[in-house]
């Protein structure tokens, strides 16, 4: 019998395969490059291409594809066969260092932001080495980065491996103050956890809402939903099991650590969750995860949601990022320490994170912003829009000692000078889960719970990597030059608890009491939608915080600012449309039917007998009147909204304009049509309801 870890990573060209198939000195000289960041040699590029393509072919691969995460958020691929003519007539399979080093996509039909004008089209993809290529049916698939013929990143892998790289140098600076001159390397790892929903396909296909924006625009409140707390954790159904099992096999084939999985709060709703790893290769493995999902649920007859909000009055889909730093020996720069050197390095590494945070909130925000989160943010299952930190009740008691230089009053009753005392030893699950905390400290890492389910983790980890990368800079900057180095950093812990202890709140997010407090006492931002936050991207702190660290030049953030509020801006128009024709050619041909047969049943029964009142009839032909006027009303004023956008001066303004009209005109003509569904016969009404969509998978 096959077991797993007979066939995990099977079709990956991993370290196990470059031992197998290098020789020492080709496997030696690579791992320098993929360790330490050195140039690879041509020679030696050509003789990993040489034994990619032969392992590649024994797993039966033809073609062969640079793999990249272009500006759409998802992967793109283009494919090339490995044969080339023979001589005599026949063909043989090649693949070059060259080819294996550089592609050359076409970049003008990308999102570029600007970056790009159409007629110049070249854009190359570059080999990362720190990402194993792997085998997607039968093509050898390349990780890649994506940039233009000037050089400008065109993609999210570029600007994370940079991201990785302010980390590292910043943090080494640091280590090299408390005496670690061995360590080589710091690298940022992540735990992405995974949720989303299953319906069978023939739900699916009768929902245009659904398959055209893959969220529900209709739909009445199911009579139960998730009230009764009964599918959480629950036992997990046949079909559901079926795909889950075939899922984790073709994720571990490709070497991907799926490690857990359960159903969640609302009904159909289920999570994946995997082992942490680098981040490039969390993210590489993270994008690959969500394809396989819709691509194995497709093979069970089913759908998988990967939208923050498919269904109104049910728990959205996020995808909790769990972020931490540690050095290429093992240790966690965000794990407690037994030891007075240990105690302090952890307090400065800690601070450094709550600091990014304070500093750079409005990044955090803009890393996760979508069309489809701003419907999640603030909802019952996710944090709300206000970014704060979460740390416990013990840690919090320890820094508040620091602050005001009085005896910490836990376990050790001591005065905390950070070189001399014993911050208290407390395992990983010393502090209790904040399910509504936006980042909380769980033990040795941070858990960033806004990012939206379909979102790259990406854009978070290259926010969060460079905010770190910032404090811990400005820290080592003082802290090099200081005189009494243990001084020095007992006061700056101190000023940095003191400067930013406001981020810090330990209470219920969801509270409009802390909403209040936050933003008017503590001063924190509260940007509710993607048009709110993205135009900060180009505030000034942030732009110079960004291009100092080489992450992004000017450009790049202005293409980027460019291209987030235009998919903003496309998919809520694409969701209006939608909702327009819905309403026009199915909503209210179905209401106004229903309104007819049911008068007509009146006029039935009292033409029997002039005495009936048929009250109950009456009482619903004209309330459907009044809907379906209504509806008519509603959907005029969303399309001439709609054809108003054209004369918005920029994005930003477009973006503005759909947030402060279009999003209500689109709810209120929701509330009209779903108040209609309530009323109308099911046998009239066009397409699947709430119950039959949530509960559809048996």
């Not at 063909?91 to 050359?104: A, N, P, T």
């Not at 050197?341 to 952890?346: G, T």
Request: with cysteine; charged share 25%.
């Amino acid at each position: 019998m096959r077991t797993v870890p007979d066939y995990f990573g099977s079709m990956v060209f991993d370290d196990r395969m470059m031992r197998a198939h290098l020789a020492a000195d080709v496997y030696a000289s690579l791992r320098k490059t993929i360790d330490q960041g050195t140039e690879l040699d041509i020679g030696v590029a050509n003789a990993v291409a040489e034994a990619m393509k032969n392992w590649a072919v024994e797993k039966g691969a033809t073609h062969y594809t640079h793999w990249f995460q272009p500006l759409t958020g998802i992967t793109a691929e283009k494919h090339d066969g490995f044969l080339s003519p023979s001589p005599d007539g026949g063909v043989i399979m090649e693949f070059s260092g060259k080819e294996l080093i550089k592609g050359e996509p076409d970049a003008s039909s990308f999102p570029s932001g600007g970056l790009r004008a159409t007629f110049e089209a070249r854009g190359y993809t570059a080999w990362d080495p720190t990402s194993y290529a792997f085998i997607k049916g039968k093509t050898l698939c390349i990780p890649t980065a994506f940039c233009s013929y000037g050089g400008q990143a065109l993609d999210k892998k570029t600007p994370l491996l940079r991201s990785m790289e302010a980390l590292n140098k910043q943090a080494l600076r640091v280590l090299r103050l408390f005496g670690n001159d061995t360590a080589k390397r710091v690298v940022s790892s992540v735990g992405p956890e995974q949720e989303y929903f299953l319906i069978t396909r023939e739900m699916y296909d009768a929902r245009p809402d659904l398959r055209m924006t893959g969220r529900t625009l209709f739909g009445a409140k199911s009579p139960k939903g998730q009230e009764m707390d009964d599918h959480y954790f629950g036992v997990i159904k046949p079909r559901v099991a079926a795909y889950m099992e075939e899922l984790n096999e073709e994720l571990w084939k490709l070497g991907i650590l799926a490690k857990t999985e359960h159903n969640e709060v609302a009904p159909a709703q289920h999570e994946l969750a995997p082992i942490y790893t680098t981040t490039n290769i969390a993210t590489d493995h993270n994008q690959l995860t969500m394809e396989i999902m819709q691509k194995v649920a497709e093979k069970h007859g089913l759908v998988c949601l990967l939208h923050e909000k498919p269904f109104a009055g049910v728990n959205g889909s996020g995808k909790h990022n769990n972020w931490s730093i540690a050095t290429d020996q093992g240790q966690n720069l965000l794990s407690p320490g037994a030891t007075p050197y240990e105690n302090a390095q952890f307090l400065l590494f800690l601070c450094a994170v709550i600091k990014a945070v304070d500093d750079y909130q409005d990044l955090l925000r803009i890393s996760v912003a979508t069309a489809g989160n701003d419907h999640r943010l603030g909802a019952n299952e996710a944090p709300p829009a206000v970014v704060s930190i979460f740390l416990g009740d013990e840690l919090n008691a320890v820094l508040e000692a620091i602050e005001t230089n009085t005896p910490y009053k836990g376990v050790e009753k001591k005065l905390m000078k950070l070189g001399a005392d014993v911050l208290p030893k407390f395992s990983r699950d010393t502090t209790d889960r904040n399910r509504t905390s936006p980042f909380a400290f769980t033990g040795n890492k941070f858990e960033f719970r806004m990012l939206g389910s379909s979102n790259s983790i990406a854009c978070a980890n290259i926010m969060l990597n460079s905010a770190v990368a910032e404090s811990l800079k400005i820290y080592a900057d003082r802290l090099e030059g200081a005189a009494d180095f243990e001084t020095a950093l007992h006061e700056m812990i101190r000023k940095t608890i003191k400067d930013h202890k406001r981020i810090i709140f330990n209470g219920n997010g969801y509270d409009e009491g802390w909403i209040k407090e936050a933003t008017e006492v503590r001063g924190l931002l509260n940007y509710r939608t993607t048009a709110d936050c993205m135009p900060h991207l180009l505030d000034k702190k942030n732009v110079n915080m960004l291009t100092s660290h080489g992450v992004y030049s000017e450009e790049e953030l202005k293409s980027r600012c460019e291209i987030m509020l235009e998919n903003y801006c496309k998919t809520i128009v694409i969701e209006a449309n939608t909702m327009a024709n819905m309403a026009k050619t199915q909503i209210l041909p179905a209401v106004e039917a229903y309104a007819s047969d049911t008068a007509r049943s009146a006029a039935a029964k009292k033409a029997l007998d002039p005495a009936l009142a048929c009250s109950y009839e009456t009482g619903v032909v004209r309330r459907l009147s009044v809907l379906a006027d209504r509806i008519a009303e509603k959907t005029e004023e969303l399309e001439t909204a709609l054809l108003s956008l054209g004369d918005a001066e920029n994005v930003e303004a477009e973006s503005a304009a759909i947030r402060d009209h279009v999003l209500g005109l689109m709810s209120e003509l929701r509330l009209a049509c779903d108040e209609a569904e309530t009323m109308t016969a099911k046998s009239y009404w066009p397409f699947p309801g709430y119950g039959d969509l949530l509960f559809s998978v048996h």
